[in-house]
């Protein structure tokens, strides 16, 4: 199992290449998805679901379009929940699941399912691959049952939210938070989101050990 310690100590001793490969036009892009939903309507616009998918990367992941339907209908009628406890998580995720993908699949969108929640809330994180690799996680997609698999994904975001929680609390990574700042002086960034770019990055860069 991971160690909050030693996630902290690698992400600070690869703080200044880590900050130095975020990438400034995908904190621009992030800032419009974010300023366009709060317009309202992203069941039916357009222009917002092309950007989002592109940026979050729906397009290629072998999606349907009755998929992404249901996946921005279910982003608006969510908009106004402040927090998502797990049973809400659960809803969404059986609700996606309803429908298959490209090759005839029904998967658990864990992954696109904390993008939703986090366009509706910017203090909850994301998980996706290069955050698993930094923490280390294993599964669950090799679990049958459905309920066990959404269970190990649960459990591992809530790791994710307690490790941001004690960062951002406790006052860690004040050097990182320091560099990123002076990189994006005007950012606009919740300290979640920005603790998300620094993650992602260090698992693209595997700098995570």
Same mark, same amino acid.
């Given at each position: 199992?991971?160690?909050?310690?030693? /996630?902290?100590? =690698?992400?600070?001793? *690869?703080?200044?290449? /880590? /900050?130095? &490969?975020? &990438?400034?036009?995908?904190?621009? %892009?992030?800032?419009?998805?974010?300023?366009?939903?709060?317009?309202?309507?992203?069941? =039916?616009?357009?222009?917002?679901?092309?950007?989002?998918?592109?940026?979050?990367?729906?397009?290629?992941?072998?999606?349907?379009?009755?998929?992404?339907?249901?996946?921005?209908?279910?982003?608006?009628?969510?908009?106004?929940?402040?927090?998502?406890?797990?049973?809400?998580?659960?809803?969404?995720?059986?609700?996606?699941?309803? !429908?298959? *993908?490209?090759?005839?699949? *029904?998967? +658990?969108?864990?992954?696109?399912?904390?993008?939703? @929640?986090?366009? +509706?809330?910017?203090?909850?994180?994301? !998980?996706?691959? @290069?955050?698993?690799?930094?923490?280390?996680?294993?599964?669950?997609?090799?679990? &049958?049952?459905?309920?066990?698999?959404?269970?190990? !994904?649960? /459990?591992?975001?809530?790791? +994710?939210?307690?490790? !941001?929680?004690?960062?951002?609390?406790?006052?860690?990574?004040?050097?990182?938070?320091?560099?990123?700042?002076?990189?994006?002086?005007? =950012? %606009?960034?919740?300290? %979640?989101?920005?603790?998300?770019?620094?993650?992602?990055?260090?698992?693209?860069?595997?700098?995570?050990?």
């Amino acid at each position: 199992m991971f160690e909050i310690s030693k /996630i902290i100590s =690698s992400i600070s001793k *690869n703080e200044k290449v /880590i /900050i130095a &490969n975020i &990438n400034s036009k995908d904190l621009d %892009t992030y800032v419009s998805i974010k300023d366009e939903f709060l317009k309202g309507g992203v069941g =039916s616009n357009g222009a917002f679901q092309l950007k989002f998918n592109s940026f979050y990367r729906l397009n290629g992941a072998g999606l349907t379009k009755e998929f992404k339907s249901a996946y921005f209908k279910l982003m608006e009628e969510n908009r106004n929940t402040e927090d998502f406890d797990n049973r809400q998580i659960k809803e969404i995720l059986l609700e996606l699941f309803k !429908y298959k *993908n490209a090759q005839g699949n *029904n998967c +658990i969108h864990f992954s696109f399912a904390t993008k939703l @929640m986090h366009t +509706i809330n910017n203090n909850l994180p994301i !998980y996706d691959s @290069m955050i698993k690799k930094v923490f280390g996680f294993t599964g669950p997609h090799s679990y &049958n049952n459905i309920n066990e698999k959404i269970n190990n !994904y649960l /459990i591992h975001y809530e790791a +994710i939210k307690d490790t !941001y929680r004690q960062i951002i609390e406790n006052n860690k990574l004040n050097s990182t938070f320091a560099l990123f700042d002076l990189k994006f002086p005007n =950012s %606009t960034l919740s300290k %979640t989101k920005t603790l998300d770019f620094i993650f992602w990055t260090a698992g693209k860069l595997n700098l995570y050990h």
